[in-house]
């Protein structure tokens, strides 16, 4: 994930969202959930998504995997939604 310009993964990542989450600006149950991911990412997901569909809601917004599920070959539809 990208912060400022800056990647920003493993430990990092976790102090990152637990930050978010302590800060009301994420749901707690992200930070579990984020972990677990980080954890299994190359076991779930591996480095080929080739034969995988993806359907992205909010697909421009920053915290959007767009770009590293790109990376990785998955077929990616984005939604877009009207704010009203």
């Not at 707690?28 to 995988?52: I, M």
């Not at 992205?56 to 920053?62: D, Q």
């Not at 070959?73 to 704010?83: L, M």
């Amino acid at each position: 994930m990208a912060e400022g310009g800056e990647e920003v993964t493993g430990a990092a990542l976790s102090a990152k969202a637990q930050e978010w989450a302590d800060a009301g600006t994420m749901e707690p149950d992200v930070v579990g959930a984020l972990a677990e991911f980080t954890a299994h990412c190359d076991q779930w997901a591996g480095e080929d998504l080739k034969e995988t569909v993806f359907v992205l809601l909010g697909g421009t917004s920053e915290l959007c995997p767009l770009a590293p599920l790109l990376a990785r070959g998955a077929t990616v539809a984005g939604v877009y939604t009207r704010s009203r």
